[in-house]
T-cell receptor, first 110, second 110 residues
Framework: TQLLEQSPQFLSIQEGENLTVYCNSS?????LQWYRQEPGEGPVLLVT?????EVKKLKRLTFQFGDARKDSSLHITAAQPGDTGLYLC??????????FGTGTSLTVIP | DTAVSQTPKYLVTQMGNDKSIKCEQNLGHDTMYWYKQDSKKFLKIMFSYNNKELIINETVPNRFSPKSPDKAHLNLHINSLELGDSAVYFC?????????FGPGTRLTVL
């Protein structure tokens, strides 16, 4: 059993559609992050959330930290082919050890 | 300018061999990590060093030995390679709550 479970594991959608990716845990985290990884590269940070209930927006991406700081969601509006990639959530208790989620592989079809 | 670099990018070797992966960061960060990403894209922390000192050592076989000659470098030596060691190994450094990943080293054990 992984500490952070993401759903769905795979997602294939048409350009222009909306989608939501979920990251769930039974543990309480002091912070939670979302990364995007493209093939052949390392993950790149998209956002960090630290307060329960916090909502952050990054252009067409909206991130929410659950009130109890156990879960998070990533919503993408009007997906574009450039959004294609592996989305990873990561939780931290201490600020120096990060546990990654199981990953969501997104494909946006033009 | 490359922030976190790893060599080699690809490593193909026979079972039983010993190999090393090198990592360097020019960001001035104090904390560095080794992560292993398996075939299902799950990223698992292996080790963390802070200013040349080992601070995190997850349940990793003794065949894996990290070494940090200075705070800009973190190398990983693997003895007696096994088929199950095949994976992509990522080095990362930490600034605040953000991990900066290298491009990864794809290790294939035959």
């Amino acid at each position: 059993t992984q500490l952070l479970e993401q759903s769905p594991q795979f997602l294939s959608i048409q350009e222009g559609e909306n989608l939501t990716v979920y990251c769930n845990s039974s543990s309480v985290f002091s912070s939670l992050q979302w990364y995007r990884q493209e093939p052949g590269e390392g993950p790149v940070l998209l956002v960090t959330v630290v307060t329960g209930g916090e909502v952050k927006k990054l252009k067409r991406l909206t991130f929410q930290f659950g009130d109890a700081r156990k879960d998070s969601s990533l919503h993408i509006t009007a997906a574009q082919p450039g959004d294609t990639g592996l989305y990873l959530c990561a939780g931290s208790y201490t600020g120096n050890q990060f546990y990654f989620g199981t990953g969501t592989s997104l494909t946006v079809i033009p | 300018d490359t922030a976190v670099s790893q060599t080699p990018k690809y490593l193909v070797t026979q079972m039983g061999n010993d190999k090393s992966i090198k990592c360097e960061q020019n960001l001035g960060h104090d904390t560095m990590y080794w992560y292993k990403q398996d075939s299902k894209k799950f990223l698992k922390i292996m080790f963390s060093y802070n200013n040349k000192e080992l601070i995190i050592n997850e349940t990793v076989p003794n065949r894996f030995s990290p070494k940090s000659p200075d705070k800009a470098h973190l190398n990983l030596h693997i003895n007696s390679l096994e088929l199950g060691d095949s994976a992509v190994y990522f080095c990362a450094s930490l600034s605040g709550l953000e991990l900066f990943f290298g491009p990864g080293t794809r290790l294939t054990v035959l």
